[in-house]
Protein backbone atom coordinates (compact mmCIF):
# COMPACT_ATOMS: atom_id res chain seq x y z
CA UNK A 1 0.00 0.00 0.00
CA UNK A 2 1.39 3.50 -0.91
CA UNK A 3 -0.52 6.85 0.53
CA UNK A 4 0.91 10.05 -1.10
CA UNK A 5 0.97 13.77 -0.11
CA UNK A 6 3.50 16.86 1.39
CA UNK A 7 5.44 14.99 4.38
CA UNK A 8 6.39 17.78 7.19
CA UNK A 9 9.71 16.48 8.19
CA UNK A 10 10.39 18.18 11.68
CA UNK A 11 13.73 17.05 12.12
CA UNK A 12 14.72 18.66 8.74
CA UNK A 13 12.09 21.29 9.30
CA UNK A 14 11.05 20.82 5.29
CA UNK A 15 7.91 19.71 3.81
CA UNK A 16 8.39 17.58 0.72
CA UNK A 17 6.27 15.90 -1.88
CA UNK A 18 6.05 12.07 -0.71
CA UNK A 19 5.16 8.27 -0.69
CA UNK A 20 4.99 6.19 2.41
CA UNK A 21 5.25 2.68 1.69
CA UNK A 22 2.89 0.46 4.06
CA UNK A 23 3.77 -3.45 4.08
CA UNK A 24 1.65 -5.47 7.07
CA UNK A 25 0.61 -2.27 9.00
CA UNK A 26 4.12 -0.90 9.14
CA UNK A 27 5.66 2.19 7.50
CA UNK A 28 8.78 -0.19 5.57
CA UNK A 29 9.96 3.68 3.78
CA UNK A 30 9.47 6.90 2.43
CA UNK A 31 10.53 8.70 -0.79
CA UNK A 32 10.17 11.64 -1.72
CA UNK A 33 8.88 12.46 -5.36
CA UNK A 34 9.01 14.88 -8.22
CA UNK A 35 5.16 13.91 -9.55
CA UNK A 36 2.37 15.14 -8.13
CA UNK A 37 0.65 13.61 -4.54
CA UNK A 38 -2.80 13.68 -2.81
CA UNK A 39 -3.64 17.16 -1.42
CA UNK A 40 -3.29 16.78 1.58
CA UNK A 41 -0.29 16.96 4.45
CA UNK A 42 1.10 13.88 6.29
CA UNK A 43 2.19 14.90 9.97
CA UNK A 44 4.03 12.42 12.36
CA UNK A 45 2.12 10.95 15.42
CA UNK A 46 2.21 13.26 18.54
CA UNK A 47 3.27 12.66 22.01
CA UNK A 48 1.88 14.09 25.04
CA UNK A 49 5.38 14.57 27.02
CA UNK A 50 3.38 14.65 30.22
CA UNK A 51 0.00 13.85 31.53
CA UNK A 52 -2.55 12.28 34.21
CA UNK A 53 -4.70 9.83 32.50
CA UNK A 54 -6.91 10.19 35.72
CA UNK A 55 -7.96 14.15 35.22
CA UNK A 56 -9.54 13.17 31.69
CA UNK A 57 -11.84 11.18 34.44
CA UNK A 58 -11.94 7.65 31.93
CA UNK A 59 -10.14 5.34 31.68
CA UNK A 60 -6.82 4.92 29.19
CA UNK A 61 -8.60 3.01 26.93
CA UNK A 62 -11.92 4.90 26.38
CA UNK A 63 -8.94 8.03 26.76
CA UNK A 64 -7.12 6.67 23.81
CA UNK A 65 -10.39 6.31 22.06
CA UNK A 66 -10.66 10.07 22.11
CA UNK A 67 -6.98 11.00 21.61
CA UNK A 68 -5.84 9.43 18.89
CA UNK A 69 -8.88 10.53 17.02
CA UNK A 70 -6.33 14.39 17.34
CA UNK A 71 -3.35 12.51 16.49
CA UNK A 72 -1.80 11.86 19.95
CA UNK A 73 -0.28 8.11 19.34
CA UNK A 74 1.84 8.02 22.76
CA UNK A 75 1.70 9.87 26.14
CA UNK A 76 4.00 10.01 28.96
CA UNK A 77 1.74 9.55 31.83
CA UNK A 78 2.27 9.88 36.02
CA UNK A 79 0.06 7.82 37.54
CA UNK A 80 -0.05 9.61 40.88
CA UNK A 81 -3.77 9.92 40.98
CA UNK A 82 -4.96 7.10 41.36
CA UNK A 83 -1.83 5.81 43.46
CA UNK A 84 -2.79 8.29 45.31
CA UNK A 85 -5.67 7.09 46.26
CA UNK A 86 -5.44 3.00 44.97
CA UNK A 87 -1.34 2.57 45.21
CA UNK A 88 0.26 -0.09 43.69
CA UNK A 89 -2.91 -1.59 42.40
CA UNK A 90 -3.87 1.47 41.15
CA UNK A 91 -1.02 1.63 38.79
CA UNK A 92 -1.39 -2.04 37.58
CA UNK A 93 -5.21 -1.35 37.00
CA UNK A 94 -4.00 1.79 34.30
CA UNK A 95 -1.35 -0.28 33.04
CA UNK A 96 -3.06 -3.20 32.68
CA UNK A 97 -6.18 -1.08 31.10
CA UNK A 98 -4.15 0.51 28.74
CA UNK A 99 -3.00 -2.40 26.78
CA UNK A 100 -3.95 -2.95 23.85
CA UNK A 101 -5.82 0.53 22.66
CA UNK A 102 -3.35 1.47 20.17
CA UNK A 103 -2.05 4.34 22.17
CA UNK A 104 1.12 3.85 23.43
CA UNK A 105 1.26 4.73 27.28
CA UNK A 106 4.72 5.07 28.83
CA UNK A 107 3.66 4.50 32.69
CA UNK A 108 6.35 6.53 35.33
CA UNK A 109 6.95 5.48 39.32
CA UNK A 110 4.88 8.45 41.06
CA UNK A 111 7.78 9.73 43.11
CA UNK A 112 5.60 11.71 45.81
CA UNK A 113 2.45 9.68 47.26
CA UNK A 114 1.14 11.22 48.75
CA UNK A 115 1.95 14.94 47.44
CA UNK A 116 2.72 16.59 50.73
CA UNK A 117 3.07 15.29 54.36
CA UNK A 118 0.07 17.23 54.91
CA UNK A 119 -2.23 15.22 53.00
CA UNK A 120 -4.62 12.22 53.69
CA UNK A 121 -4.13 9.98 50.82
CA UNK A 122 -5.11 6.33 50.71
CA UNK A 123 -1.95 5.21 50.39
CA UNK A 124 2.08 5.97 50.39
CA UNK A 125 4.58 5.02 47.84
CA UNK A 126 7.68 4.71 49.79
CA UNK A 127 11.75 4.34 48.78
CA UNK A 128 10.62 0.08 48.68
CA UNK A 129 7.60 0.68 46.38
CA UNK A 130 9.62 3.06 43.92
CA UNK A 131 12.53 0.52 43.81
CA UNK A 132 9.91 -2.39 42.88
CA UNK A 133 8.24 -0.27 40.20
CA UNK A 134 12.06 1.08 38.71
CA UNK A 135 12.82 -2.77 38.45
CA UNK A 136 9.56 -3.16 35.99
CA UNK A 137 10.30 -3.01 32.21
CA UNK A 138 6.26 -1.27 31.73
CA UNK A 139 7.81 1.53 34.24
CA UNK A 140 9.50 4.23 32.42
CA UNK A 141 10.33 7.20 34.67
CA UNK A 142 10.39 8.44 37.51
CA UNK A 143 7.54 11.24 37.78
CA UNK A 144 7.56 14.33 38.74
CA UNK A 145 9.64 15.05 42.06
CA UNK A 146 7.26 17.33 43.66
CA UNK A 147 8.97 17.75 46.61
CA UNK A 148 11.42 20.44 45.26
CA UNK A 149 12.60 21.52 48.54
CA UNK A 150 13.31 17.76 49.33
CA UNK A 151 15.84 18.22 46.44
CA UNK A 152 17.04 21.15 47.72
CA UNK A 153 17.87 20.60 51.19
CA UNK A 154 18.90 16.93 50.09
CA UNK A 155 16.00 14.68 51.93
CA UNK A 156 16.92 11.40 52.90
CA UNK A 157 13.82 9.87 51.47
CA UNK A 158 13.74 12.01 48.62
CA UNK A 159 17.55 11.27 47.51
CA UNK A 160 16.69 7.44 47.98
CA UNK A 161 14.32 7.98 45.55
CA UNK A 162 16.09 9.61 42.79
CA UNK A 163 19.19 7.22 43.14
CA UNK A 164 16.91 4.20 42.28
CA UNK A 165 15.96 5.93 39.10
CA UNK A 166 19.60 6.51 38.45
CA UNK A 167 20.54 2.30 39.65
CA UNK A 168 17.84 1.60 36.94
CA UNK A 169 19.06 3.88 34.29
CA UNK A 170 15.49 5.88 33.78
CA UNK A 171 14.81 9.65 33.37
CA UNK A 172 13.89 11.60 36.40
CA UNK A 173 10.79 14.07 35.60
CA UNK A 174 10.68 17.58 37.18
CA UNK A 175 8.27 19.68 39.06
CA UNK A 176 9.57 22.45 40.60
CA UNK A 177 7.02 26.33 39.50
CA UNK A 178 9.12 29.50 40.07
CA UNK A 179 12.58 27.94 40.84
CA UNK A 180 15.34 30.27 39.29
CA UNK A 181 18.66 30.91 39.36
CA UNK A 182 20.93 28.86 41.97
CA UNK A 183 17.59 26.96 43.10
CA UNK A 184 17.30 25.60 39.88
CA UNK A 185 20.29 24.93 39.28
CA UNK A 186 20.65 22.72 42.98
CA UNK A 187 17.03 21.13 41.73
CA UNK A 188 18.62 20.27 38.31
CA UNK A 189 21.72 18.86 39.83
CA UNK A 190 20.48 15.06 40.87
CA UNK A 191 19.90 14.79 37.26
CA UNK A 192 15.98 15.97 36.77
CA UNK A 193 15.79 16.52 33.34
CA UNK A 194 12.19 18.15 32.57
CA UNK A 195 9.32 20.28 33.93
CA UNK A 196 6.52 20.75 32.84
CA UNK A 197 5.28 23.69 36.03
CA UNK A 198 7.33 26.59 34.53
CA UNK A 199 5.05 29.77 34.04
CA UNK A 200 7.84 32.61 33.31
CA UNK A 201 10.18 33.33 30.75
CA UNK A 202 12.64 33.80 32.31
CA UNK A 203 12.45 30.99 34.91
CA UNK A 204 12.09 28.78 31.91
CA UNK A 205 15.53 30.02 30.56
CA UNK A 206 17.27 29.43 33.23
CA UNK A 207 16.20 25.76 33.87
CA UNK A 208 17.21 25.36 29.79
CA UNK A 209 20.29 26.90 30.85
CA UNK A 210 21.02 24.43 33.48
CA UNK A 211 20.35 21.28 31.19
CA UNK A 212 16.45 20.62 31.91
CA UNK A 213 14.08 20.48 28.97
CA UNK A 214 11.29 22.72 29.24
CA UNK A 215 7.48 21.01 28.32
CA UNK A 216 4.58 23.58 27.27
CA UNK A 217 2.03 23.10 28.84
CA UNK A 218 -1.49 24.09 27.77
CA UNK A 219 -4.31 21.93 29.85
CA UNK A 220 -7.44 22.52 31.12
CA UNK A 221 -6.30 24.16 34.48
CA UNK A 222 -2.84 25.67 33.48
CA UNK A 223 -2.37 27.01 30.20
CA UNK A 224 1.38 28.29 29.67
CA UNK A 225 1.80 28.63 26.27
CA UNK A 226 1.33 32.19 25.35
CA UNK A 227 4.36 33.20 27.49
CA UNK A 228 6.12 30.47 26.86
CA UNK A 229 6.00 29.81 23.22
CA UNK A 230 9.12 32.18 22.52
CA UNK A 231 11.19 29.04 23.54
CA UNK A 232 10.02 26.83 20.38
CA UNK A 233 12.29 29.64 18.05
CA UNK A 234 15.26 29.67 20.83
CA UNK A 235 15.54 26.48 21.80
CA UNK A 236 13.33 23.96 19.36
CA UNK A 237 15.38 20.99 20.79
CA UNK A 238 15.24 21.63 24.60
CA UNK A 239 10.77 21.85 24.21
CA UNK A 240 8.27 19.51 24.28
CA UNK A 241 4.12 20.04 24.63
CA UNK A 242 2.18 18.41 27.07
CA UNK A 243 -1.50 18.93 28.41
CA UNK A 244 -0.88 17.83 32.39
CA UNK A 245 -4.29 17.37 32.70
CA UNK A 246 -7.78 17.37 29.76
CA UNK A 247 -10.38 16.80 31.11
CA UNK A 248 -12.83 14.94 28.84
CA UNK A 249 -15.14 17.76 27.55
CA UNK A 250 -12.10 19.81 26.41
CA UNK A 251 -10.53 15.85 25.15
CA UNK A 252 -12.97 15.76 22.87
CA UNK A 253 -12.49 19.13 21.31
CA UNK A 254 -8.57 18.52 20.85
CA UNK A 255 -5.42 17.95 22.72
CA UNK A 256 -1.70 18.66 21.75
CA UNK A 257 -3.14 19.00 18.02
CA UNK A 258 -4.30 22.35 18.97
CA UNK A 259 -0.70 23.97 20.11
CA UNK A 260 0.83 22.49 16.93
CA UNK A 261 -2.25 24.38 15.64
CA UNK A 262 -1.40 27.38 16.96
CA UNK A 263 2.58 27.62 16.46
Given at each position: MEVSGHIIDILNRKIFKGIITIVNDKIE????????????YIFAGIYSAHIHIESSMVTPYEFAKTALKHGTIATVSDPHEIANVCGMDGIDFMIKNANNTGLKFFFGAPSCVPATSFENAGY???????EQLMKRDDIWYLSEMMNWPGVLYSDPIVMQKIQAAHKYK??????????????????????????????MLDEALDKISCGMSIIIREGSAAKNFDVLHPLIRLFPHKVMFCSDDKHPDDLITGHINLLVKEH
Open positions: KISETLDEVQDHEIGVAQIKPIDGHAPGLKGQDAKQYSKPGISTDHECY
